[in-house]
């Protein structure tokens, strides 16, 4: 009787370490990990230009972010701080996937994650004369 007993104790504490084992490995996979989001502030890291002509790189010009904040509201509204100057408020909008239009203005919102983020712009003066324009923004 002890014999079975002892053996009745061990298959219950085995299952128990396989639910647990089961537990363990299935519960933290089924959490879902939330994506990058573009709302909240941001510091201006830079802003970079680059000019092509010919499709040749001509200028490149690299602003620094001195202290400019972005703040992106989930109402639909991006305040710009800029360090002894008044906040400037525009309105923006995710018109689809990785495109973001403020004030009419389009970008490609480029390499979203938790503490970085790149909009870019790309104007066309014509066959291989061009600019792109980078705000690179940190968390």
Known sequence: MI?????ATLHF????LI????????????????DPTLFGSW???NYTEKEYDNS????TVVEPGAGIAYEFRTDGQLIITTPGNP???LIY?????GVLEI????????DLADHSMTLYDREDYGPGSYEEAYINLRR
């Open 13 to 16: 504490m085995i299952r128990i």
């Open 43 to 45: 510091q201006l890291e």
């Open 93 to 97: 909008t995710l018109p689809s996937p």
């Open 87 to 89: 906040d400037i408020t």
């Open 19 to 34: 639910i647990s084992l089961f537990l363990a490995v299935t519960l933290p996979s089924c959490e879902k990990d939330e």
């Open 56 to 59: 040749v790189l001509i200028n």
């Open 3 to 7: 014999v079975l007993l002892k053996r």
């Open 103 to 110: 004030s009419g203005q389009t970008f490609e919102i480029r």
